[in-house]
């Protein structure tokens, strides 16, 4: 793989890897300490529609995803607070609604033949300057958010009620959470694809966390493992010519089966 480097495009995405797998390192801890899979999985899925708006209207697909994407994080978030016990019903409907809303437009654009599985699957190759810029002050969003409330951001996760009795605003936090998930899952969808971008968020983190004492390694440790599953994913993907997005996965999912398998404490 070595001799690839001299390729952009492997050069981009070895780059786009490395900035993804961290940011999916902090938000997927985030997610998971905040009890977030399924609403992150809705999030995920709902973007779709801003791909396809972005297709009818000729706007840059990750303006239109971030867009579509925030938006339904807001409203997920507004639902949520208020009908917790209705969290699933809610989170389904956004869901379904969204891939819809995206495959609508995309039927109605003229002319336009879209690669559904560049975006279902990920399109890790194809990543531009333009993505890494994006990808790279995401990253440097997230990790200013999350050193400057830190200790907002962990009473939050861990006693939301012990955190409002503070005086946090557990409504602020638990809102920023979902928006820095949903503009995390539109540049981990150019990676992996919308399919398989929660276990990209979920399996560092699994194993980051039987590794951690705190959230704050927790993260670090997440971002590590991800970069490592990635580059090897990447690895597999340019020597035997398979999906790349998928290869990451299955390489995380190995990665995953051998920690189960030679630390029986995390089946505890």
Avoid: C
Wanted: proline letters at 1%; charged letters at 10%.
């Amino acid at each position: 793989m070595i001799e690839a480097l001299q390729f952009e495009f492997m050069q981009h995405a070895l780059l786009a890897g490395i900035l993804v797998s961290f940011a999916a390192g902090i938000i997927g801890s985030l997610i998971v300490v905040n009890r977030m899979v399924f609403l992150a999985g809705g999030i995920a899925h709902t973007s779709y529609g801003g791909i396809g708006l972005a297709v009818y209207f000729g706007l840059p697909i990750f303006l239109g995803a971030s867009m579509f994407a925030v938006g339904a994080a807001l409203l997920i978030a507004v639902l949520t607070l208020k009908k917790r016990h209705r969290m699933d019903t809610f989170i389904g409907l956004i869901w379904a609604v969204g891939m819809a809303i995206g495959v609508i437009f995309v039927d109605l654009t003229p002319g336009y033949n879209v690669d559904l599985m560049s975006y279902l699957f990920g399109s890790i190759l194809a990543v531009s300057s333009e993505d890494l810029y994006f990808m790279s002050g995401l990253l440097v969003l997230i990790v200013f958010v999350v050193v400057f409330w830190y200790r907002d951001i962990l009473a939050v996760s861990y006693d939301s009620e012990y955190a409002r009795l503070r005086g946090v605003n557990v409504t602020f936090f638990y809102t920023l959470i979902l928006i820095l998930s949903a503009l995390t899952v539109v540049v981990a969808i150019k990676v992996v694809g919308l399919i398989l971008v929660i276990a990209m968020l979920t399996i560092p983190v699994y194993i980051a966390e039987k590794l951690s004492r705190s959230l704050f390694s927790m993260m670090f440790y997440s971002g590590i493992i991800a970069t490592i599953f990635t580059l090897l994913g990447l690895w597999l993907s340019y020597t035997y010519n398979l999906t790349s997005g998928a290869s990451i996965i299955m390489v995380s999912a190995f990665g995953l089966g051998l920690f189960l398998l030679f630390n029986t404490k995390s089946l505890r």
